[in-house]
């Protein structure tokens, strides 16, 4: 069970690459677990003579535990952090298609979709022009053929509760900090949620 669904979530390949950044820089990263869709086809007995026949038409959507390969130049843990165990926060950056755009709100939990048709119809969060980073992607990222070309900054760690009281549902009598997952493409938020991993980064 396990073996089949690390296939089908492209396991070894995702962790092939983190181990050629390990060997090219020193440090590779994974992001584990992903939740993610995978199709699974329905199989029926054939006649009650035993065989089995794969029913095409239908697929049932299983939503499973994935690995991912991060690249070194996309993660910015807190800056004081010399691990992931005390680091205050972690901001992942990635470059999404507007087709990739439109699948988040369709695969995934908690995204707007309001948000994200804005973000499109108005180029917001289009990276144009140079970097400022001098990491080795830099060339493909600035290419202006490039169809992924919304960053996308992924937050993980603590916010004011006070400043997530109009987003989330926050207790009346809570104060402090709140752990949180944030999704935000220039300057609009497609999805804020409670880090479903009890404050796991």
């Known amino acids: 069970r396990i073996r089949d669904i690390m296939d089908r979530t492209g396991y070894l390949e995702e962790?092939?690459?983190?181990?050629?950044e390990l060997c090219l820089y020193g440090t590779g990263?994974?992001?584990?677990p992903v939740l993610q869709y995978v199709n699974y086809p329905v199989f029926t007995s054939k006649n009650g003579?035993?065989?089995v026949e794969e029913i095409e038409s239908a697929i049932e959507a299983e939503l499973v535990p994935g690995t991912k390969f991060v690249s070194?130049?996309?993660v910015f843990p807190s800056p004081e952090a010399s691990s992931v165990k005390d680091a205050e926060y972690v901001i992942q950056r990635s470059f999404l298609s507007s087709s990739d755009l439109l699948d988040l709100?369709?695969?995934?939990e908690g995204f707007l979709p309001d948000v994200i048709d804005e973000v499109l119809q108005k180029g917001i969060g289009a990276v144009d022009g140079q970097q400022?980073?001098?990491h080795p992607?830099?060339?493909?990222?600035i290419n202006p053929s490039r169809t992924k070309r919304f960053e996308v900054l992924e937050f993980w760690g603590n916010l004011d509760i006070e400043d997530l009281r109009p987003h989330l549902p926050v207790p009346e009598d809570a104060t402090g900090y709140m752990d949180v997952v944030v999704h935000v493409v220039g300057d609009k938020v497609i999805k804020m949620a409670m880090n479903p991993f009890d404050g796991m980064l």
């Not at 709100?105 to 995934?108: E, V």
């Open 15 to 20: 962790l092939g690459n983190c181990i050629h």
């Open 105 to 108: 709100s369709k695969d995934q």
């Open 132 to 134: 400022d980073s001098e």
């Open 137 to 141: 992607r830099k060339n493909d990222e």
């Open 29 to 32: 990263v994974s992001k584990s």
């Open 49 to 51: 003579e035993g065989d």
């Open 72 to 74: 070194i130049w996309n």
